[in-house]
């Protein structure tokens, strides 16, 4: 298994434009997160997803930020308009989560997002 | 609702030395406590749970209730052990997320 693949690995854009980032998780996982982290604020999760849907979305910044998971091997996370104070590098894990405890999150690559 | 609170961010010390990566937590039950790790140019990986109870790449870490701490330890530290250092909590059962302190740069010097 790769494990879990982002893309793009490297985002470089302009303030005001959409920035899409993908996330495949590792198969037969039914937990995906996405975090955020700065050096300012280290790693903050953003939203996951149990069974492809959204749980808890209570660390989404703001209406700018969105994601969906439209099926179990495939999630997103929208910016738009993006914003310098956007740059970061944001990781998707992915988990098989037993029924009493938190399993072992896997975590992705990251993409570094540099807004200008 | 659950912190976790990493007071250093940097730590650097010569190889051989011992370290201690400090955590402490809030959370009003009881929570299941992570240590990741995250070496130069990869992923962030789980080092340790508490609930298994295990010494990894001789790291070792007690969860202290009355301190609300769960420090990590090694005894005497490798230049390949230099990484940044996650503490991280979770509460039990299922649909529980984890919240990551701030980390810590761990520097082992030769």
């Known amino acids: 298994d790769a494990g879990v693949i982002q893309s793009p690995r490297h985002e470089v854009t302009e303030m005001g434009q959409e920035v899409t980032l993908r996330c495949k998780p590792i198969s037969g996982h039914n937990s995906l997160f996405w975090y955020r982290q700065t050096m300012m604020r280290g790693l903050e999760l953003l939203i996951y997803?149990?069974?492809?849907?959204?749980?808890?979305d209570s660390g989404m910044p703001e209406d700018r930020f969105s994601a969906k998971m439209p099926n179990a091997s495939f999630s997103t996370l929208k910016i738009q308009p993006s914003e310098p104070r956007d740059s970061a590098v944001y990781f998707c894990a992915s988990g098989a989560e037993a029924a009493v405890s938190t399993d072992t999150q896997y975590f992705g690559p990251g993409t570094r997002l540099t807004v200008l | 609702a659950q912190r976790v609170t990493q007071p250093e961010k940097l730590l650097s010390v010569f190889k051989g030395a011992p370290v201690e990566l400090k955590c402490n937590y809030s959370y009003s039950g009881s929570p299941e406590l992570f240590w990741y790790v995250q070496y130069s140019r990869q992923r962030l990986q789980l080092l340790l749970r508490?609930?298994s109870r295990e010494s990894i790449k001789g790291f070792t870490a007690d969860l202290n209730k009355g301190e609300t701490s769960f420090h990590l330890k090694k005894p005497f530290a490798q230049e390949e052990d230099s990484a940044m250092y996650y503490c991280?909590?979770?509460?039990?059962?299922?649909?529980?997320?984890?919240?990551f302190g701030k980390g810590i740069t761990l520097s082992v010097r030769p």
């Open positions: 508490h609930i």
């Open positions: 991280a909590l979770s509460g039990p059962g299922a649909n529980s997320k984890l919240t």
């Open positions: 997803f149990n069974n492809n849907v959204p749980i808890d």
